[in-house]
């Protein structure tokens, strides 16, 4: 078991953000509302005039919303795979950060289920997918797997939650007795700790860690063969659904990072959250980045070596023509760079970590860009290629639907602990079986 | 005398046929084209799957045929609403008759109307006659695909691994709720002397 002051120091690590905020946590929050209010105002603006005001037209009918859609949920399938799998692994380096990325992963996929209303110019006509489904259709499936994916990741964030909630029943003192402490209290579900609770809820936790990569995978999946089953060039192709897994990891990881970089040094989480977790999120990151490499050689190797009508011109457009800057600039700066950062021995490793993390996160989403915009703008008839301006509605929602990301992980960590504290105990309770394994600071409590 | 005289005689009578000629072309321009008409009908298929022949003849008013102009076929049709549906053009013979083949979509009657747009020459005009076809075209369908049977079941299975993937997330859910709840501490709020208020990080600085 833990020392018992170096438990009550990790407690109050993880409470500490818990229920307060300065200036600074303040005028973050503001600051962050304020777009995602802009960006709410844009998206009033587009109902109340139509789709007419974005620069989607008839050949590039899917541009920043789609690719905002696939990069969002990839974002949270990062998010949920990086935490089900070192839980399943039982990677003792993972107990600081599972919260973080278990939060972020419902945060960016709530972002990003929102994008398929938003694209379209009735949504009220998305009943209709309900009222007259037809089975044959991926986006039916795509609203099924998506449904399923969310109500599987909250039931993933709130299970290990429960021990928490229970901990702020406890310690949270006056504060408990508002309706932020009923929440406590029936969140907790009388969490005592007992043998009985502890293995019910491990129970829980494994199978919905076993289940959620899956379900991952396929929403994913389904969204890659929305792309693939069109007769498009850059669509079409049989390794789409793992190629969009693969870049959903990738991207997801790499928020990650940044999420835990910002959270563990603003909420002081330094002692906890350290060079070891940056080195192995750094190492998952690299090796997905060489994954998503080779996936991409692959591709442009095989389309590129038949170059029939449809796939010749874009990976012309791609490599040497009006796209080549974009590609260039997420292979070189998105890809080759990161793996260069995450790769090399040395010092700085957080640093590296969160640079490497940030370049691969937007080359990502210049990556997404590279498939949805130059797809649909290659014609498909003797005509001349689409052309794609986003206009200032389409930007303004995007950096609104963005900023809403972090706003929601910092008001959500208003209260409950950034930090999961039982799941810090369980492991450090193996750990003190397995000398040099441990995860708390050995120090005294400072004063 | 009489050389010169017969010489400007002939030079007169050339000058009076051709301003007769020019007056008469100039009074037949006046008088606007020739009126047509047009007679349509339709030879029914030799051979089943064969098309029916309809054949339309434009006269002019004093019943010779329109050569070498071109007449359009179209058939009242209920497509999206009342409308004449194109179902051809063709050219006249010497004899100003226009023929194309025609295989209907429909058995029942076919309003056919042959119309002629006109020329410099002959006004444009309009025939309509009608058949009652006993054949008709076979509905297009799409080659059923090799899959189809494994396909059509696909959506089943899908669904019943929805279902499947529901359950366990109700089973982890609920499973994992009441076997906390089977141990649950009293639901009384803890005392207040209890409670361990979290400490202020200005104090702990």
Not at chain 1, 150 to 179: Q, W
Not at chain 2, 60 to 76: E, K, Q, Y
Request: aromatic share 10%.
């Amino acid at each position: 078991m833990p020392d018992r002051s170096d438990r009550e120091q990790m407690v109050r690590a993880a409470l500490r953000p818990v229920g307060r905020g300065g200036w600074r946590y303040w005028s973050i929050v503001v600051a962050l509302a304020a777009l995602v209010a802009w960006g709410l105002y844009a998206y009033s603006y587009q109902l109340r005039h139509g789709l007419g005001v974005t620069g989607l037209n008839q050949k590039v009918s899917w541009g920043f919303y789609i690719l905002n859609c696939v990069f969002f949920i990839g974002i949270s399938y990062g998010g949920a795979m990086t935490s089900a799998i070192l839980r399943l692994t039982h990677a003792r380096w993972r107990a600081p950060i599972t919260r973080l990325a278990e939060a972020t992963a419902v945060a960016a996929l709530l972002v990003g289920a929102a994008y398929p209303l938003i694209d379209l110019g009735r949504p009220d006509r998305m009943l209709n997918l309900l009222l007259h489904p037809h089975a044959g259709s991926p986006v039916l499936w795509d609203l099924v797997a998506v449904g399923t994916y969310l109500v599987a990741s909250l039931v993933f964030l709130y299970l290990p939650l429960v021990p928490d909630l229970a901990l702020m029943r406890d310690r949270l003192g006056a504060g408990t007795r508002g309706l932020v402490g009923r929440l406590y209290r029936v969140g907790s579900l009388g969490w005592t700790g007992s043998d009985h609770q502890r293995q019910a809820l491990a129970l829980g936790v494994g199978i919905m860690a076993v289940l959620i990569i899956p379900l991952a995978v396929s929403v994913h999946s389904v969204l890659a063969w929305l792309f693939a089953v069109t007769v498009r060039g850059g669509w079409h192709s049989t390794i789409f659904a793992p190629y969009f897994v693969l870049g959903a990891m990738l991207s997801g990881v790499g928020a990650v990072i940044l999420v835990i970089a910002a959270f563990s040094r603003g909420y002081g989480l330094g002692d906890y959250v350290g060079p070891k977790q940056y080195r192995y999120l750094g190492y998952l990151l690299l090796a997905l980045a060489l994954a998503y490499t080779y996936f991409m050689i692959s591709e442009y190797l095989t389309d590129g070596y038949v170059a029939d009508q449809s796939s010749g011109p874009l990976i012309a457009a791609l490599f040497t023509g009006s796209y080549a800057p974009l590609f260039w600039a997420f292979t070189i700066g998105g890809l080759i760079v990161p793996i260069l950062l995450v790769a090399a021995p040395g010092r700085y490793v957080e640093g590296r970590a969160v640079l490497a993390a940030l370049l691969v996160v937007a080359g990502m989403w210049l990556k997404r860009f590279l498939i949805v915009v130059p797809g649909m703008a290659e014609p498909l008839m003797p005509w001349d290629w689409g052309v794609y301006h986003p206009s200032w509605v389409e930007i303004s929602i995007t950096i609104g639907t963005a900023a809403a990301i972090p706003l929601m992980l910092m008001l959500f960590f208003h209260f409950v602990p950034v930090m999961s504290v039982h799941e810090m105990e369980e492991v450090e309770s193996e750990s003190s079986r397995e000398p040099g394994a441990a995860v708390l600071p050995r120090r005294q409590p400072a004063g | 005398m009489f050389d010169l005289a017969r010489r400007w005689g002939w030079t007169v009578a050339l000058a009076a046929a051709l301003a007769l000629s020019a007056l008469a072309a100039q009074a037949a321009v006046a008088a606007g084209p020739t009126p047509t008409r047009i007679q349509v009908g339709a030879d029914p298929p030799q051979a089943d799957g064969q098309p029916y022949v309809i054949e339309a003849r434009i006269v002019a008013a004093d019943g010779r045929g329109v050569n070498s102009v071109p007449l359009d076929f179209s058939i009242a049709a209920d497509f999206f609403g009342p409308r004449q549906l194109s179902i051809g053009r063709a050219t006249t013979d010497g004899q100003g008759r226009a023929q194309i083949s025609y295989l209907p979509s429909w058995q029942g009657r076919h309003e056919v109307t042959v119309k002629f747009a006109g020329t410099a020459a002959f006004a444009a005009s309009q025939g309509a006659g009608s058949f009652v076809s006993a054949v008709a075209l076979a509905p297009h369908r799409d080659a059923r695909s090799p899959l189809a049977d494994f396909s059509s079941g696909l959506p089943y299975a899908v669904a019943v691994i929805v279902v499947a993937v529901w359950l366990t997330i109700a089973f982890a859910l609920v499973g994992t709720v009441r076997g906390i709840l089977a141990d649950r501490a009293p639901a009384t709020a803890p005392a207040a002397a209890d409670l361990v208020p979290i400490p202020d990080p200005s104090e702990e600085a």
